[in-house]
């Protein structure tokens, strides 16, 4: 029966996270019109399951994530009802702002979901509250990094390209430049952050794809421009391709990188039931990622939706050269924040980003309102996930 319940309250966990966080890839190139919203969750429900099932990670650190001091937890049953309140309270609050259309981080929400077992099971003490602290901080460090990065890619392309004489030749110019700095960017980090390699090998492979990205985007550039029809079509036709290539690396990585938080709850329940003991480091079999890439990808498909059009929509309008400096800052802010070893959370910096590319063009295009809203989705997280799972612990405390 536990593992029934623990498999049901991770595969909620997994739909909740593909439902929410698809935005942070795909949404920016749909506001762009780069794709349809069809289009959209077709290609992230099936980059999200391959990017859980090849580099999914096959060892997670306990459900308490550092949260919860470790000394807290030392009874498995008071572990296995801490997991499920936590898994259960994260899923109700990530769904509940999805179906609100709101973006909310998914890392933060398991955090509060469990802050509040922690002190639920043993009081405040329980809690790890430097880590808190450091969370906490990335609700301000997150936008306002991606916000100002993608402020000043878009203000350097409009300089270099936009408001040159002619854009076209411009970007002719430019355009080896930035597909040489988005190829290095996405290689550089699909191996530091998914496939696990060290720093050096990261960067010669990066360079290695990047310079070679770069000659071939020339040759293309080239043969493009003889038959270009405008300089603003030529312009937005190469934003649309990078845009897009960007979009579909974020999606792919997305799936590697943050389905542990649905299946890392689930392995460490089955490695309790099973052992009847606690570790800090639980196995998690190809099986299990594959069950949590699954409900990604269903979460995707059925609800990706309604977040994508709040950011790609409604808080700013987008096209193709704003939609890339968007992606392209949100990808070099957590390549930069993984070398710093910086906590940040990449459905904050996609929203910052969009706000930065809004204001780049002037505050009267950027939809207060809505980034209001956005704003106190994110305030509440922890609180509401932490409440929530504390009443879920008692009330499983007294049936179990």
């Known amino acids: 029966m536990s593992i029934l319940l623990a498999f049901a309250s991770g595969f909620a966990m997994a739909f909740a996270i593909g439902a929410n966080d698809v935005a942070n890839s795909m949404a920016t190139a749909v506001g762009a019109k780069a794709i349809s919203p069809k289009q959209a969750v ?20 306990t459900i308490t994530k550092g949260i919860v ?27 509940a702002a999805t179906i609100w259309g709101m973006p909310v981080s998914t890392t933060h929400s398991i955090v509060g979901g469990m802050a509040g077992f922690g002190i639920a099971a043993a009081g405040w003490q329980a809690v790890n509250w430097k880590v808190m602290v450091s969370i906490v901080s990335s609700w301000v460090l997150s936008p306002l990094a991606g916000g100002l990065l993608a402020y000043s890619i878009f203000k350097l392309i409009s300089f270099f390209v936009l408001r040159r ?5 411009a970007v002719k110019k430019a355009g080896p430049v930035v597909i040489w700095c988005t190829f290095f960017i996405i290689i550089y980090l699909l191996n530091v952050k998914t496939i696990k390699l060290n720093q050096r090998n990261s960067l ?58 649905a299946v890392g709850p689930i392995a460490v329940i089955y490695w309790v ?15 299990i990622l594959m069950f949590g890439g699954l409900g990604i990808s269903l979460g995707v498909l059925f609800l990706g939706y309604r977040v994508m059009k709040t950011i790609g929509t409604d808080i700013t309008e987008l096209n193709n050269t704003r939609g890339f400096c968007i992606d392209f800052s ?5 390549l930069l924040s993984s070398i710093f070893g910086l906590p ?29 809203n956005i704003v106190f989705s994110w305030i509440m997280t922890v609180p509401l996930a932490a409440g929530l799972s504390a009443l879920l612990f008692k009330v499983f405390e007294r049936i179990i």
């Open 330 to 334: 949100t990808a070099s802010t957590v």
């Open 165 to 169: 004489p002619s854009p076209s030749n």
């Open 344 to 372: 940040v959370s990449t459905t904050h910096i996609v929203v910052g980003s969009v706000v930065g590319v809004g204001m780049a063009r002037g505050i009267e295009v950027v939809n207060v309102g809505v980034l209001k």
């Open 69 to 95: 001091k470790p000394e807290v937890v030392a009874d498995p049953k008071v572990l296995l009802i801490g997991a499920f309140a936590a898994l259960l309270s994260s899923s109700v609050w990530i769904l």
């Open 204 to 261: 010669i492979l990066g360079l290695i794809f990047a310079t070679c990205a770069g000659i071939i985007g020339y040759l293309i550039l080239k043969r493009y421009y003889k038959r270009r029809t405008s300089d603003y079509e030529f312009v937005e036709y190469i934003f649309k391709r990078l845009q897009v290539m960007t979009s579909c690396y974020v999606s792919f990585s997305h799936g590697a990188n943050d389905v542990a938080n």
């Open 273 to 287: 039931i099973k052992t009847n003991s606690i570790s800090s480091k639980v196995e998690v079999p190809i099986w």
């Open 42 to 61: 077709i290609i992230a429900s099936f980059l999200e399951f391959l990017g859980a099932v090849l580099f999914g990670s096959h060892v997670t650190s």
